[in-house]
Protein backbone atom coordinates (compact mmCIF):
# COMPACT_ATOMS: atom_id res chain seq x y z
CA UNK A 1 0.00 0.00 0.00
CA UNK A 2 1.71 3.30 -0.96
CA UNK A 3 0.07 6.76 0.36
CA UNK A 4 1.54 10.04 -0.28
CA UNK A 5 1.29 12.73 1.76
CA UNK A 6 1.06 16.43 1.39
CA UNK A 7 1.84 19.21 3.92
CA UNK A 8 1.11 22.82 3.67
CA UNK A 9 -1.00 24.05 6.88
CA UNK A 10 2.13 26.52 7.75
CA UNK A 11 5.19 27.72 6.06
CA UNK A 12 6.75 24.49 4.53
CA UNK A 13 5.68 22.78 1.47
CA UNK A 14 5.91 19.12 2.07
CA UNK A 15 5.83 15.43 0.65
CA UNK A 16 6.24 12.34 1.84
CA UNK A 17 5.44 8.22 0.31
CA UNK A 18 4.94 5.74 2.45
CA UNK A 19 4.97 2.36 1.20
CA UNK A 20 3.29 -0.50 3.46
CA UNK A 21 4.27 1.62 6.43
CA UNK A 22 7.72 2.14 5.73
CA UNK A 23 9.45 5.66 4.38
CA UNK A 24 10.17 5.77 0.62
CA UNK A 25 10.95 9.49 -0.18
CA UNK A 26 10.60 12.52 1.41
CA UNK A 27 10.86 16.37 0.62
CA UNK A 28 10.32 19.29 2.15
CA UNK A 29 10.76 23.46 0.76
CA UNK A 30 11.02 26.00 3.91
CA UNK A 31 9.37 29.08 2.95
CA UNK A 32 11.70 30.28 5.75
CA UNK A 33 13.66 32.98 3.76
CA UNK A 34 10.34 34.73 2.90
CA UNK A 35 9.50 34.95 6.04
CA UNK A 36 12.18 35.76 7.66
CA UNK A 37 12.16 39.30 6.18
CA UNK A 38 8.69 40.01 8.34
CA UNK A 39 10.34 38.38 11.46
CA UNK A 40 7.45 35.46 11.50
CA UNK A 41 5.14 33.64 9.49
CA UNK A 42 2.82 36.01 7.17
CA UNK A 43 -0.26 33.89 6.21
CA UNK A 44 -0.77 35.69 2.88
CA UNK A 45 2.38 35.24 1.77
CA UNK A 46 2.81 31.30 2.93
CA UNK A 47 -0.60 30.61 1.18
CA UNK A 48 0.81 32.51 -2.34
CA UNK A 49 4.10 30.48 -1.87
CA UNK A 50 2.26 26.88 -1.49
CA UNK A 51 -0.08 27.75 -4.41
CA UNK A 52 3.69 29.26 -6.60
CA UNK A 53 4.92 25.94 -5.46
CA UNK A 54 2.99 23.02 -5.00
CA UNK A 55 2.26 21.67 -8.33
CA UNK A 56 5.68 22.19 -9.69
CA UNK A 57 7.35 20.44 -6.29
CA UNK A 58 4.67 17.69 -7.03
CA UNK A 59 5.93 16.74 -9.93
CA UNK A 60 9.70 16.67 -9.08
CA UNK A 61 8.57 14.71 -6.46
CA UNK A 62 7.03 11.85 -7.77
CA UNK A 63 9.29 11.63 -10.86
CA UNK A 64 12.13 11.64 -8.64
CA UNK A 65 10.78 8.77 -6.51
CA UNK A 66 9.78 7.42 -9.91
CA UNK A 67 6.30 7.03 -9.04
CA UNK A 68 2.93 7.41 -11.37
CA UNK A 69 -0.34 9.00 -9.79
CA UNK A 70 -1.55 5.81 -10.65
CA UNK A 71 0.59 3.72 -8.14
CA UNK A 72 -0.75 5.28 -5.28
CA UNK A 73 -3.22 3.61 -3.07
CA UNK A 74 -4.19 7.05 -1.55
CA UNK A 75 -3.39 10.25 -0.52
CA UNK A 76 -3.34 12.52 2.39
CA UNK A 77 -3.25 15.88 3.26
CA UNK A 78 -3.22 17.80 6.18
CA UNK A 79 -6.60 19.18 6.96
CA UNK A 80 -5.62 21.15 10.10
CA UNK A 81 -5.07 22.66 12.30
CA UNK A 82 -3.46 25.42 10.45
CA UNK A 83 -3.54 28.69 8.41
CA UNK A 84 -6.67 28.47 6.43
CA UNK A 85 -4.99 29.78 2.86
CA UNK A 86 -2.35 27.40 3.19
CA UNK A 87 -4.17 24.55 4.11
CA UNK A 88 -6.73 25.48 1.64
CA UNK A 89 -4.11 25.00 -1.05
CA UNK A 90 -3.08 21.88 0.07
CA UNK A 91 -6.21 20.47 0.68
CA UNK A 92 -7.59 21.32 -3.50
CA UNK A 93 -4.61 19.99 -4.52
CA UNK A 94 -5.19 16.62 -2.65
CA UNK A 95 -9.09 16.39 -3.57
CA UNK A 96 -8.29 16.95 -7.31
CA UNK A 97 -5.34 14.21 -7.43
CA UNK A 98 -7.45 11.75 -5.46
CA UNK A 99 -10.40 12.58 -8.33
CA UNK A 100 -8.31 12.18 -11.15
CA UNK A 101 -6.70 9.07 -10.37
CA UNK A 102 -9.36 8.02 -8.59
CA UNK A 103 -7.92 6.95 -5.60
CA UNK A 104 -9.01 7.48 -1.45
CA UNK A 105 -8.73 11.07 0.16
CA UNK A 106 -7.44 11.31 3.69
CA UNK A 107 -7.58 13.77 5.48
CA UNK A 108 -5.09 14.16 8.36
CA UNK A 109 -5.24 16.10 11.46
CA UNK A 110 -1.83 17.91 11.72
CA UNK A 111 -1.03 17.05 15.56
CA UNK A 112 -1.78 13.50 15.93
CA UNK A 113 -0.01 12.73 12.62
CA UNK A 114 3.24 14.66 14.60
CA UNK A 115 3.04 12.54 17.50
CA UNK A 116 2.41 9.53 15.65
CA UNK A 117 5.44 9.90 13.46
CA UNK A 118 8.16 8.03 15.12
CA UNK A 119 5.91 5.27 14.50
CA UNK A 120 7.89 5.57 11.12
CA UNK A 121 11.17 4.32 12.31
CA UNK A 122 10.33 2.17 15.62
CA UNK A 123 7.33 0.46 17.14
CA UNK A 124 5.40 2.84 19.11
CA UNK A 125 4.60 1.58 22.13
CA UNK A 126 0.92 2.38 23.19
CA UNK A 127 -1.01 3.67 25.09
CA UNK A 128 1.18 6.87 25.35
CA UNK A 129 1.62 9.98 27.43
CA UNK A 130 2.02 12.15 24.35
CA UNK A 131 3.48 15.90 24.17
CA UNK A 132 3.11 18.06 21.11
CA UNK A 133 5.19 21.43 21.25
CA UNK A 134 5.09 23.52 18.52
CA UNK A 135 5.05 27.04 17.11
CA UNK A 136 1.30 26.62 17.31
CA UNK A 137 0.61 24.28 20.09
CA UNK A 138 1.43 22.82 22.77
CA UNK A 139 -0.93 19.65 23.34
CA UNK A 140 -0.87 16.70 26.50
CA UNK A 141 -2.59 13.82 25.07
CA UNK A 142 -3.27 10.31 26.27
CA UNK A 143 -3.00 7.91 23.09
CA UNK A 144 -4.38 5.14 23.09
CA UNK A 145 -4.61 3.94 19.90
CA UNK A 146 -3.85 5.85 15.89
CA UNK A 147 -7.38 7.03 16.58
CA UNK A 148 -7.67 7.66 19.91
CA UNK A 149 -6.10 10.53 21.65
CA UNK A 150 -7.65 12.57 24.14
CA UNK A 151 -6.95 16.21 24.74
CA UNK A 152 -5.54 16.26 28.63
CA UNK A 153 -4.04 20.09 28.67
CA UNK A 154 -3.07 22.52 26.02
CA UNK A 155 -1.36 26.09 26.49
CA UNK A 156 -4.25 29.18 27.28
CA UNK A 157 -2.12 31.65 25.12
CA UNK A 158 1.24 31.24 23.39
CA UNK A 159 2.18 27.59 22.04
CA UNK A 160 5.74 26.72 23.97
CA UNK A 161 7.53 27.49 20.12
CA UNK A 162 5.40 30.46 19.76
CA UNK A 163 7.45 31.50 22.99
CA UNK A 164 10.68 31.13 21.77
CA UNK A 165 10.03 33.02 18.52
CA UNK A 166 8.86 36.09 20.47
CA UNK A 167 11.62 36.26 22.44
CA UNK A 168 13.97 35.44 19.66
CA UNK A 169 12.38 38.61 17.81
CA UNK A 170 12.98 41.13 20.70
CA UNK A 171 16.35 39.86 20.81
CA UNK A 172 16.92 40.09 16.80
CA UNK A 173 18.21 36.85 16.48
CA UNK A 174 18.15 35.30 13.30
CA UNK A 175 14.75 33.74 12.04
CA UNK A 176 13.28 31.26 12.55
CA UNK A 177 14.44 31.86 16.35
CA UNK A 178 13.96 28.69 18.09
CA UNK A 179 16.98 27.47 16.89
CA UNK A 180 18.91 30.45 17.50
CA UNK A 181 17.85 31.08 20.58
CA UNK A 182 18.47 26.94 21.22
CA UNK A 183 21.99 27.49 20.49
CA UNK A 184 23.21 30.34 22.80
CA UNK A 185 20.78 28.59 25.80
CA UNK A 186 23.03 25.73 24.81
CA UNK A 187 26.08 27.47 25.38
CA UNK A 188 24.91 29.16 28.39
CA UNK A 189 23.57 25.59 30.04
CA UNK A 190 27.69 24.15 29.15
CA UNK A 191 28.78 27.26 31.15
CA UNK A 192 26.43 26.59 34.30
CA UNK A 193 24.49 29.89 33.20
CA UNK A 194 20.83 28.82 34.21
CA UNK A 195 20.05 31.27 36.52
CA UNK A 196 16.32 29.75 38.66
CA UNK A 197 16.13 33.29 40.06
CA UNK A 198 15.97 35.60 36.72
CA UNK A 199 12.38 34.26 35.45
CA UNK A 200 9.38 32.39 37.70
CA UNK A 201 8.56 29.12 36.38
CA UNK A 202 4.86 29.81 34.12
CA UNK A 203 1.70 28.89 35.42
CA UNK A 204 2.88 26.13 37.60
CA UNK A 205 1.02 27.09 40.69
CA UNK A 206 -1.91 25.40 39.81
CA UNK A 207 -3.21 21.77 39.90
CA UNK A 208 -4.26 21.75 35.99
CA UNK A 209 -2.28 19.93 32.84
CA UNK A 210 -2.58 23.50 31.09
CA UNK A 211 -0.05 25.80 30.29
CA UNK A 212 0.16 29.56 29.70
CA UNK A 213 3.71 30.97 28.42
CA UNK A 214 2.54 34.80 27.63
CA UNK A 215 3.42 35.92 30.81
CA UNK A 216 7.10 34.28 30.78
CA UNK A 217 7.77 36.59 27.49
CA UNK A 218 6.62 39.74 29.28
CA UNK A 219 8.91 39.06 32.04
CA UNK A 220 11.48 38.71 29.44
CA UNK A 221 10.73 42.10 27.90
CA UNK A 222 11.18 43.56 31.32
CA UNK A 223 14.04 41.99 32.03
CA UNK A 224 15.16 43.40 28.40
CA UNK A 225 13.97 46.70 29.31
CA UNK A 226 16.33 47.32 32.27
CA UNK A 227 19.00 45.41 30.96
CA UNK A 228 19.91 47.16 27.31
CA UNK A 229 23.44 45.79 27.42
CA UNK A 230 21.73 42.21 26.62
CA UNK A 231 19.76 43.67 23.37
CA UNK A 232 23.75 45.52 22.37
CA UNK A 233 25.13 41.87 22.71
CA UNK A 234 22.57 40.28 20.55
CA UNK A 235 22.79 42.91 17.33
CA UNK A 236 26.67 42.35 17.90
CA UNK A 237 26.03 38.48 16.90
CA UNK A 238 26.42 37.29 13.33
CA UNK A 239 23.51 35.76 11.34
CA UNK A 240 25.16 32.60 10.19
CA UNK A 241 24.53 29.64 12.08
CA UNK A 242 28.29 28.24 12.86
CA UNK A 243 29.35 31.74 13.18
CA UNK A 244 26.83 32.69 16.02
CA UNK A 245 28.71 29.23 17.92
CA UNK A 246 31.73 31.20 17.95
CA UNK A 247 30.65 34.41 18.94
CA UNK A 248 28.57 33.03 22.01
CA UNK A 249 31.50 33.01 24.31
CA UNK A 250 31.39 37.01 23.95
CA UNK A 251 27.89 37.97 24.80
CA UNK A 252 27.61 36.61 28.61
CA UNK A 253 24.81 38.07 29.44
CA UNK A 254 22.29 37.20 26.54
CA UNK A 255 23.60 33.37 26.96
CA UNK A 256 22.43 33.54 30.57
CA UNK A 257 19.10 34.62 29.38
CA UNK A 258 19.10 32.10 26.36
CA UNK A 259 19.76 29.36 29.00
CA UNK A 260 17.56 30.54 32.00
CA UNK A 261 14.49 31.32 29.55
CA UNK A 262 15.03 28.18 27.77
CA UNK A 263 14.97 26.06 31.27
CA UNK A 264 11.84 27.94 32.56
CA UNK A 265 9.99 26.18 29.28
CA UNK A 266 11.49 23.18 29.53
CA UNK A 267 11.23 22.35 33.14
CA UNK A 268 7.67 23.96 32.77
CA UNK A 269 6.48 20.82 30.36
CA UNK A 270 8.21 17.99 32.27
CA UNK A 271 6.84 19.33 35.52
CA UNK A 272 3.16 19.30 33.77
CA UNK A 273 4.02 15.57 32.03
CA UNK A 274 5.09 14.47 35.34
CA UNK A 275 1.86 15.55 36.62
CA UNK A 276 -0.47 14.15 33.81
CA UNK A 277 0.78 10.44 34.31
CA UNK A 278 0.54 10.89 37.84
CA UNK A 279 -3.38 11.66 37.17
CA UNK A 280 -3.29 8.79 34.90
CA UNK A 281 -2.16 5.94 37.28
CA UNK A 282 -4.86 7.22 40.00
CA UNK A 283 -7.23 6.81 36.86
CA UNK A 284 -5.52 3.27 36.50
CA UNK A 285 -4.80 4.31 33.19
CA UNK A 286 -1.80 2.75 31.83
CA UNK A 287 1.47 4.29 30.01
CA UNK A 288 4.08 2.50 28.43
CA UNK A 289 6.00 5.26 26.58
CA UNK A 290 6.22 9.26 26.67
CA UNK A 291 6.45 10.41 23.32
CA UNK A 292 7.28 14.11 22.42
CA UNK A 293 7.11 15.82 19.04
CA UNK A 294 6.46 18.86 17.02
CA UNK A 295 9.57 21.67 16.50
CA UNK A 296 10.13 22.59 19.96
CA UNK A 297 10.83 19.00 20.52
CA UNK A 298 14.31 19.38 18.86
CA UNK A 299 15.18 21.94 21.40
CA UNK A 300 18.77 20.85 23.07
CA UNK A 301 17.99 21.20 26.88
CA UNK A 302 14.06 19.95 26.44
CA UNK A 303 15.42 16.56 24.56
CA UNK A 304 17.95 16.35 27.89
CA UNK A 305 15.39 17.00 30.33
CA UNK A 306 13.06 14.96 28.38
CA UNK A 307 15.58 12.06 29.20
CA UNK A 308 15.84 12.38 32.91
CA UNK A 309 12.14 12.77 33.04
CA UNK A 310 11.40 9.99 31.11
CA UNK A 311 14.18 7.61 33.66
CA UNK A 312 12.61 9.10 36.60
CA UNK A 313 8.86 7.37 35.26
CA UNK A 314 10.06 4.34 33.99
CA UNK A 315 9.41 5.24 30.61
CA UNK A 316 10.60 4.70 27.54
CA UNK A 317 10.93 8.23 25.51
CA UNK A 318 10.01 8.35 21.70
CA UNK A 319 11.39 11.46 20.32
CA UNK A 320 12.00 11.42 16.40
CA UNK A 321 14.75 12.21 14.94
CA UNK A 322 15.44 15.96 14.45
CA UNK A 323 13.78 16.60 10.61
CA UNK A 324 11.01 14.24 11.48
CA UNK A 325 10.37 16.95 14.29
CA UNK A 326 9.42 20.23 12.14
CA UNK A 327 7.07 19.99 9.50
CA UNK A 328 7.29 17.36 7.03
CA UNK A 329 5.21 15.33 4.28
CA UNK A 330 6.51 11.31 5.81
CA UNK A 331 4.45 12.13 8.91
CA UNK A 332 0.94 12.80 6.85
CA UNK A 333 1.67 10.25 4.75
CA UNK A 334 2.37 7.63 7.57
CA UNK A 335 -0.65 9.27 9.92
CA UNK A 336 -2.66 8.62 6.16
CA UNK A 337 -1.13 5.43 5.51
CA UNK A 338 -2.61 4.31 9.18
CA UNK A 339 -6.40 5.24 8.70
CA UNK A 340 -6.11 3.66 5.35
CA UNK A 341 -5.08 0.82 7.16
CA UNK A 342 -8.06 0.80 9.32
CA UNK A 343 -10.50 1.30 6.74
CA UNK A 344 -11.26 5.09 6.93
CA UNK A 345 -11.03 8.15 4.22
CA UNK A 346 -13.29 11.37 3.47
CA UNK A 347 -15.17 11.98 1.02
CA UNK A 348 -14.51 14.99 -1.34
CA UNK A 349 -16.45 17.77 0.97
CA UNK A 350 -13.18 17.38 3.65
CA UNK A 351 -12.82 20.75 4.88
CA UNK A 352 -9.53 22.40 6.09
CA UNK A 353 -9.88 23.30 9.82
CA UNK A 354 -7.87 26.74 11.12
CA UNK A 355 -6.02 26.89 13.91
CA UNK A 356 -8.55 27.19 16.82
CA UNK A 357 -11.15 25.08 15.69
CA UNK A 358 -11.89 21.19 16.52
CA UNK A 359 -10.78 18.99 13.96
CA UNK A 360 -14.27 16.67 13.20
CA UNK A 361 -14.85 13.16 13.77
CA UNK A 362 -15.42 13.14 9.83
CA UNK A 363 -14.08 9.99 8.58
CA UNK A 364 -15.98 7.83 6.76
CA UNK A 365 -15.78 3.85 6.48
CA UNK A 366 -13.85 2.79 3.29
CA UNK A 367 -16.73 0.26 1.89
CA UNK A 368 -19.15 3.84 1.83
CA UNK A 369 -18.88 5.46 -1.76
CA UNK A 370 -16.20 7.98 -1.88
CA UNK A 371 -16.83 10.05 -4.78
O1 LIG B 1 6.11 21.79 14.29
P1 LIG B 1 6.68 23.01 13.64
O2 LIG B 1 7.71 22.83 12.57
O3 LIG B 1 5.57 23.92 13.03
C1 LIG B 1 4.34 24.11 13.63
O4 LIG B 1 3.44 23.27 13.39
O5 LIG B 1 4.27 25.09 14.39
O6 LIG B 1 7.28 23.90 14.84
C2 LIG B 1 7.88 25.14 14.61
C3 LIG B 1 8.30 25.71 15.96
C4 LIG B 1 8.78 27.15 15.85
O7 LIG B 1 8.17 27.90 16.87
C5 LIG B 1 10.28 27.03 16.06
O8 LIG B 1 10.88 28.17 16.61
C6 LIG B 1 10.33 25.87 17.02
O9 LIG B 1 9.37 24.96 16.52
N1 LIG B 1 11.67 25.25 17.03
C7 LIG B 1 12.46 25.24 18.11
C8 LIG B 1 13.65 24.59 17.73
N2 LIG B 1 13.54 24.22 16.40
C9 LIG B 1 12.30 24.63 16.00
N3 LIG B 1 12.27 25.73 19.35
C10 LIG B 1 13.26 25.55 20.24
N4 LIG B 1 14.44 24.95 19.94
C11 LIG B 1 14.67 24.43 18.71
N5 LIG B 1 15.82 23.82 18.42
ZN1 LIG C 1 3.65 21.23 13.03
Redo the contacts with the bound molecule.
Keep these: MLVLGIES ?2 D ?1 TAFGLVEDGRLLAESVASQADVHALFGGVVPELASREHYRLLGPLFDEFMESAGVLPSDLSGVAVARGP ?1 LLGSLLVGVSFAKALAFGAGIPLIGVD ?1 LKA ?1 LLAPGLEQELSLPALGLLV ?4 THIYYVESAGKFTLLGRTLDD ?1 A ?2 G ?2 KV ?1 KMLGLPY ?4 A ?2 ALARFGRKRGQINRKLFSYPYLDNKNLDFSFSGLKTSVALYLKNNPAILEQARSLPDDAVQLEEACAGVPELTELCASFNHCVSYTLCTKLRRAAGQLSLESKPVKSLIVA ?3 A ?3 M ?1 RDDLQVLAGQMNLPLVLPRFSL ?3 NGAMIAYAGYLMLTAGYVHNLNLEAIPRGKNIPEDQVRLCAPIF
Design positions: SCEGHHSGGHAGEFDAPGGRLDGGVANTLCTD
